[in-house]
């Protein structure tokens, strides 16, 4: 459900290319959110989980070719952890579940970006990277003091690593209470991403965006793209779904 393959992945990217969709930046969306920005054209955001290492070998060659912007939430813990190895860049990655256990054994480096490979992908200025905590913690069962530490801390080392302001975090498995809204505006977070299905309309709560979880299909992929850029047709499509 949360995995797609580097050839039905490009299949959805290119239909975006030719299809004349904008691909949005953060800065982008919340201009439009905040009603600073009027966009014409279909738009969308393209959001990656985790920094896993196939975003590089795969995702990343095919956003260069069609010029897709998109977003990237890192794990700071498992990005220190794989920056302390030498890079090696494979022919091919692990399954997401093979890679899972991996983490598990800490060896991370196999399969999760490290800062070399994020800085290069960040100079491309295509690809955006922010905060998706600093050990990948459900943030709906943690106190005051950790949520501090996962939220504070992924932020300042984003910031330091890319020499960059870290203002956006998505929470990991979708996890958190008002509590951890709270925190995150206290740590100076100006929009959050959640696992909500649905779309995003000027007005929508900064901090709680909305994203649509992509199908390891481009015939899938086409026809949502088709209904949720389609004011009437997403109202619709979304009421049905909420229904059911």
């Given at each position: 459900?949360?995995t797609v393959?580097?050839?039905?992945?490009?299949?959805?990217?290119?239909?975006?290319h030719?299809s004349?969709?904008?691909?949005?930046?953060?800065?982008e969306?919340?201009?439009?959110?905040?009603?600073?920005?009027?966009?014409?054209?279909?738009?969308?955001?393209?959001?990656f989980?985790d920094?896993?290492?196939?975003?590089?070998?795969?995702?990343f060659?095919?956003?260069?070719?069609?010029?897709?912007?998109?977003?990237?939430?890192?794990?700071?813990?498992?990005?220190?952890?794989?920056?302390?190895?030498?890079?090696?860049?494979p022919?091919?990655?692990?399954?997401?579940?093979?890679?899972?256990?991996?983490?598990e054994?800490?060896?991370?480096y196999?399969?999760?970006?490290?800062?070399?490979?994020?800085?290069?992908?960040?100079d491309?200025?295509?690809?955006?990277?922010?905060?998706?905590?600093?050990?990948?913690?459900?943030?709906?069962?943690?106190?005051?003091?950790?949520?501090?530490?996962?939220?504070?801390?992924?932020k300042?080392?984003?910031e330091?690593k890319l020499?960059?302001?870290?203002p956006?975090?998505?929470?990991?498995?979708?996890?958190?209470?008002?509590?951890?809204?709270?925190?995150?505006r206290?740590?100076?977070?100006?929009?959050?991403?959640?696992?909500?299905?649905?779309?995003?309309?000027?007005n929508s709560?900064?901090?709680?965006?909305?994203?649509?979880?992509?199908?390891d299909?481009?015939?899938?992929?086409?026809k949502r793209?088709?209904i949720?850029?389609?004011t009437?047709?997403?109202?619709i499509y979304?009421?049905?779904?909420?229904?059911?």
């Amino acid at each position: 459900m949360v995995t797609v393959t580097p050839d039905v992945f490009e299949g959805q990217m290119e239909y975006l290319h030719k299809s004349g969709y904008r691909t949005l930046k953060i800065n982008e969306l919340l201009d439009f959110i905040n009603g600073k920005l009027t966009i014409k054209e279909k738009s969308v955001v393209v959001t990656f989980d985790d920094g896993w290492l196939d975003n590089y070998i795969y995702a990343f060659p095919v956003l260069k070719k069609y010029k897709i912007n998109a977003t990237i939430f890192v794990i700071t813990d498992r990005t220190e952890r794989a920056s302390k190895n030498k890079t090696v860049i494979p022919a091919s990655v692990p399954t997401h579940n093979e890679s899972k256990l991996l983490i598990e054994k800490n060896e991370d480096y196999r399969v999760v970006l490290n800062w070399e490979l994020i800085k290069e992908m960040a100079d491309s200025s295509l690809v955006e990277f922010y905060s998706h905590t600093k050990s990948h913690a459900r943030c709906n069962g943690l106190s005051e003091n950790e949520l501090l530490e996962e939220l504070g801390e992924s932020k300042k080392t984003i910031e330091e690593k890319l020499n960059k302001p870290c203002p956006y975090l998505c929470w990991p498995y979708g996890k958190h209470n008002e509590t951890a809204v709270e925190i995150a505006r206290t740590a100076n977070y100006r929009a959050i991403f959640t696992t909500k299905h649905g779309v995003v309309k000027q007005n929508s709560n900064p901090f709680a965006i909305k994203r649509i979880v992509v199908k390891d299909s481009v015939a899938w992929f086409k026809k949502r793209m088709l209904i949720y850029t389609n004011t009437i047709l997403s109202k619709i499509y979304l009421k049905i779904k909420k229904s059911e």
